[in-house]
Nanobody, 131 residues
């Protein structure tokens, strides 16, 4: 069964840090670009960070640039999202998505919801940033 499973969500104070994990089962991530998307309350899902299959090309949304870091370990079939200097506006459900690299030209494209809406998605993990 092809599946992505996210973990690591929690309640954290402003300025704190969290690391989210996305692990693939039933398939190997070696040939896939990966994206992290966030859906805040009453807002549309948005792409915040994406990485190519080799881990050499990344994209970050302006809202998280300089604070979030995406990484991947293909040997462990896992992608991480390190989140530092968290703000209340970072609150939301974080989901990962995989799309075959042959279908993706740029990581900005990968982080566009229209590109990946039919890709393989995880169930999401809740991040709440609150004092």
């Amino acid at each position: 069964q092809v599946q992505l499973v996210e973990s690591g969500g929690n309640v954290v104070q402003p300025g704190g840090s969290l690391t989210l994990s996305c692990t693939a089962t039933g398939f190997t991530l070696d040939y896939y670009a990966i994206g992290w998307f966030r859906q805040a309350p009453e807002k549309e899902r948005e792409g915040i960070s994406c990485m190519d299959r080799a881990g050499g090309v990344t994209f970050y949304a302006d809202s998280v640039k300089g604070r979030f870091t995406i990484s991947r370990d293909n040997a462990k079939n896992t992608v991480l999202l390190r989140m530092d200097s968290l703000k209340p506006e970072d609150t939301g459900v974080y989901s990962c998505v995989a799309e075959h690299s042959a279908l993706i030209r740029t990581m900005e494209q990968m982080c566009d919801l229209k590109t990946v809406s039919s890709g393989s998605w995880g169930q999401g993990t809740q991040v709440t940033v609150s004092a």
